[in-house]
Every structure is written in structure tokens, then in C-alpha cells.
């Protein structure tokens, strides 16, 4: 009798524990760790982002699935080994559920590991090479892939007289798989390609412009990460290359909306490929940038900006579909296919790959009214990641 009640008594209590914990859960946030460079010369990058990340919490509220989002805003200065760090003592201290931001793909790749061990769902915001969502199964990502977005501008280029182009880019993932996906595009479709690669820190662009000036091409294809545009346009101009007749195109990132009216007139008719401009045409967009711009006076949000808006959208879509199960599974299983209207246009997480399938729009950097913009003339719907849809 005594033992009977005694496993009674400890029956009851697992099942009482269980369900207390279970409540536990229900009440308690969802804890995310965003971490981003902050400071640094990749901050405009983490600004855009965390500014994007406070508006979802204010504009589509902050319980979802019946879960309180907390997010926690970490500083990597854009260093991976701090990433790292970090993305260790958000899963292990703070105990968070997701993992989000990365400004960087070196940033990105340093917690592949961490999130695949931990089973924490890595959210990309922002970081770009194509490789990055095949680095783990728990990455999804909602910025965009270079090659997504370079393609289309080759394609353009051919179609409209451009024969022979210098690319420029910068030297690591992003601007690899730029150079690589123009130049494979352009070269099938007759074109002749020459390339150089810029250092990722302290660019000096300078004698690589020589370069090119010397090499006389119809058009000059360029990445730089966000927020390094600025330069790079001044160093253009005064090297006299537009002066030489030579088109500038490259993916959007050289002319992101964060910095393009301090470029002031250097950018106008450059030709861009990208998947979001804060002059797109639509009423829930203008709702977005007036937002936007009302919580942050000065800013205009960029593509990062929307990056990380989704980013939220994805997590709170998930979390809604899981009825507020923030493990990582279900939500990884909740995320691919998940497909919204984001400001940028209609996007879906691809289930196959976890990357994002979005339009991509051609822009030509003109003026509306006083201020510059990149106004998009020409859209190429629901484009994949064009690397792993060939695969
Ligand atoms: C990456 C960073 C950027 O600032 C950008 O515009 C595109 C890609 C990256 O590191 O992946």
C-alpha cells in the first residue's frame, strides 16, 4: 500500500510538473538573440536592422502563437569571433529560441555550427552568399542571395548594347559569387568579362578604377557591401570614368537607400539590380518607409531594414503555425513554404533550400521631387536562388 501511493504520489508528481512547465511555457517569451555590428564600419548594416526589428514589435505586435517575443540585441562589431561568443552565451545562458541577424556571411558561417548543435533556428537577415543556408539545416534566411540578384542584371547588360564589362567587387563570399554569376551569365550571353577584387577592409578603389579606366569597357558591374557605396561612387567620379562613357551597374548594394542621398548627384543613372527600393510602388510599402521614417528621423530603411522586418514576420508566422512550440524543429518545419507579402513584393521561403524566392527588380538611381532614388522599371518574378536551383 505505502509503495502503491508512494509511485502514485511521484506519478502525480512528474504529471503535476509536467503540466506546471508545460503552463511554464505558455507563459513565458520567446526569447530571440539578435546579434548585429552595432559599431564598427558594418554598423549602418546592424542600425538598419535593429530599427526594422522595433518597428514589427510596435506595427504587428509582439505575441505570436500566443508567445511573447523578448529580443535581445547583441553587438558583434562585425568580427566573427564575437559572433561566435555571442550566438554560444545567448543559446546557453540566456536559453533563446532563435538566433537572428548576421550583417555579414563570415558573421553568419561562424554560427552554422552553434545553431545546427543547439538545434536553434539561425535567421539571416542580411548576409548574402549563396552558400550560407547549405552551412546548417536550421538556417533560413530572408535577405537574399548574390547570385539572385546579379543574374538578372547580366541578362539586362546583354540585352541592352553592353559587350564588354569590368566587374569590381569586393573580396570575400558576396562578392565572389557576384563576380562569378555575372561573368558565367554574361559571357553565355556573348559578352567578354574582366575582373578585379577589392580588399573587405579599408578598400582603397582607387588604382583597381585605374584599371579599369585603362581597360575602356561599356560598363563597370560592381559589389561593395552596404554602406561602402558612398566611397566607392566618389572614387568613380573622380577617376572621371563616367566622364569616359563607362555605364555603372552592379546588384543594389552599391547604392543602398541608408546612404544614397548623402551620394548626392555621383549616383544618378547608375542601372541596379535588387529585391527591394524604398521608392517601391506599393501602398504597403509607403505605410512601411512613413513608419519608418517617423520612429527613425533622418533614416530611410534599405533593403537591410526589410531584411530583418521579415526576418520578425518569419518568426512570428512560425510561431503562429506551431500554436507557440518554439522548438527548433517545429519551427524550422514551420518556416519552409511559410510565403507573405513583404514590402519588397510577394516572398516565400523556398522548402527546399531555405533561402528566400522574391522578385528582382531593375532600377535607374534618378530624382523624385528633390530626393534620389532607385525607381524599379522592370520586374523578374518569384526568382530562386538561380546556384541551387541548378543543382
Ligand atoms: C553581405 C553584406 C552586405 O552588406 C551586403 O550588402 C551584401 C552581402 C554579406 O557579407 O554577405
Redesign the pocket.
Known sequence: MTVRRTLLGGMLGLALAASTSGFALAQEAVKIGLILPMTGP?AS?GKQIDAAVKLFLAREGATHGGRKLEVILKDDAGNADATRRLAQELVVNEKVSVLAGF??????MATAQIATQAKVPEIVM????AS?TEASPYIVRT?FT?PQASEPMANWAAKNGIKKVFTVVTD???GIDAETSFANTFKEAGGTVESVRIPLRNPDFAPFLQRVSEAKPDALFV??????GAQFMKQFIERGLDKAGVKLIG?G?VV?DDILEGMGDVALGAITTHHYSAAHDSPANKAFVEAFQKANPGMRPN??AVGGYDGMKLIAKALDATKGDASGDKLIAAMKGASWESVRGPVKIDPDTRDIIQNIYVRKTQKLGSELHNVEFETIKDVKDPVKARK
Open positions: 558594418f548594416t550583417g555579414l556571411t563570415p558573421l553568419a542580411a548576409a548574402a552568399t550560407i535577405s548574390l570575400y563570399g558576396p559589389f561593395v557591401p552596404s554602406g561602402v546588384t548594394d543602398d533593403f537591410m
